[in-house]
């Protein structure tokens, strides 16, 4: 087997796969918890999307310069690995290879079957759903693992799709909210008092740390640089131009639901809510029409976050690092990818999905270690990109001002200020969840070559 992938996505691809990765699941899924978490004050919630989105436009701009210069297999690990030693770089591709992936893309997976059920009226926690949501994930997998041209292909065609219903509610909508009135009212009116919330700093930080799942995703674009034609320049290109669609995006279609539907009634909707409005503005067919774009879109997204996870053992393999590098490093020469890799990347996905049915659908089958999976580890990568950034302002002699300090150490305030919204969202959820990452960074010393090459 040879051990080096093609180069073959190009900018369009890139960007559409740092659209496509973000947009798809958490605008919808996070858009009727931040009115809830918020109280239906539609200024601090657009505050939050805006504050979230600047976080992650920043850092991605922080990354954009550094993938002028650093190339490799991983971006983000290819970054760490520069500015902190193999060390560093490694247990940072641990953590995305065990926990961020892997827990993020079987949430995705259960978002993609929960939207679907709500199309056909099902449960969305009963045993169909999850039972949609395995063969989603085992689809995705194939799609990615035996066909990965065709999964880039489905990445572009998704990312259009999912723009429909996003671009004509946020214009529709705000076009009808303004016309009778309900956009003013939704503005003006709050569905729940502050006071009743814990104050408006304890909802902004709240419904902060709700938009970090759904503007995540753009890392991961980085995980292809090393597939990428022209990585230099198409990497930082595509992190900023993508970043930017999506945060506007998703401004303007909150702005729009706003215009659809009473706050009180998205808020109560549960996951009902985004059906409701699209019906209330485009009628009962023409919402149902778009709501099926709404279930292709999840999938899109569910897509773009396999294609980082099925590449986590293989770019720890590539190093040297990780359980059997000799295994874990080889491509198939039929259809250029690393197998073996993949499938236990799917195997991590399907224990992820199992933890989150028993943490957060059922009654808790973990006890006190039941914790949000689709925020706090993203919240931890935030904090594992401070060093990096503090290393940049310390390395990087040969950049000027804006590039070495003002870029980074923006950075740097942006992720203390999501770390610190998580401990105001999630409270002793944290400490249990700490436990159990830190179990899972011990079991990565087993497999840490770096020692041995140290010595």
């Known amino acids: 087997m040879e051990n080096a992938l093609n180069k073959r996505y190009g900018l369009i691809t890139a960007i559409t796969m740092v659209v496509g990765i973000v947009i ?35 850092c991605a701009y922080t990354f954009s310069i550094m993938a ?29 290879t065990t926990m961020y992936f892997p827990a993020m893309t079987s949430v995705l997976a259960w978002v993609s079957a929960r ?34 041209v065709l999964a880039g292909k489905f990445q572009v065609s998704t990312t259009v799709i999912k723009m429909i219903p996003l671009a004509l509610m946020a ?16 503005f003006s009116e709050v569905a729940i ?43 930082p290109r595509a992190l900023v131009i993508g970043t ?33 409005a699209f019906a209330n503005v485009f009628s009962n067919i023409g919402g149902t029409l778009l709501f099926v774009f709404i279930v292709i879109s999840c999938l899109g997204t569910l897509n773009g976050l396999m294609v980082g996870t099925v590449r986590g053992l293989y770019s720890l393999a590539a190093r040297g690092n990780g359980p059997r590098p000799d295994i874990m490093k080889q491509v198939d020469p039929v259809v250029n990818m690393p197998i073996n890799s993949a499938v236990i990347g799917a195997l991590l996905v399907a224990a992820w999905l199992l933890y989150f049915y028993g943490a957060n659908l059922s009654t808790g089958w973990f ?27 310390k390395k990087e002699k040969d950049w000027g001002t804006f590039k070495r300090y003002i870029m980074p150490g923006l950075s740097i305030i942006a992720c203390i200020f999501i770390v610190i ?19 899972v960074m011990l079991i990565a010393i087993k497999f840490d070559n770096t020692r041995k090459e140290a010595k």
């Open 171 to 186: 214009v529709v909508g705000t076009i009808k909210g303004l016309s009778n009135g309900l956009l003013i009212e939704n």
């Open 367 to 393: 006890g006190p270690f039941c914790f949000d999976s689709s925020e706090l580890p993203i919240i931890t990568i935030y904090a594992m990109y401070i060093p990096i950034f503090f290393m940049v302002m």
């Open 24 to 58: 798809g699941s958490g605008v919808f899924f996070k858009a009727e918890k931040i009115l809830n978490c918020t109280g239906g004050d539609l200024q601090i919630g657009i505050l939050a999307w805006i504050i979230g989105g600047l976080i992650m436009v920043i």
């Open 68 to 96: 002028t210069k650093y190339e490799k297999v991983n971006g983000v690990v290819d970054y760490a690995e520069a500015m902190l030693g193999k060390r560093y770089g490694y247990y940072l591709g641990w953590f995305m």
């Open 244 to 276: 930017l669609i999506v945060m506007a995006t998703y401004i303007l279609y909150y702005v729009g639901l706003a215009g659809a539907v009473e706050n009180s009634i998205m808020m109560a909707g549960g996951e009902t809510g985004a059906k409701i």
């Open 193 to 235: 008092p502050a006071s009743e919330l814990g104050g408006k700093g304890y909802m902004l930080f709240t419904a902060v740390c709700a938009t970090s799942f759904a503007y995540e995703g753009w890392i991961i674009a980085t995980s292809i640089n090393s597939e990428l034609k022209d990585a230099k320049k198409n990497l």
């Open 115 to 148: 939207y679907f059920c709500v199309l056909l009226g099902w449960d969305i926690t009963g045993g169909s759903c999850m039972v949609i949501a395995g063969f989603f994930l085992v689809a995705s997998f194939a799609m990615n693992a035996l066909a990965p």
């Open 421 to 439: 919204a998580a401990f105001f969202a999630h409270r002793m959820a944290v400490v249990f969840y700490l436990i159990v990452f830190a179990v």
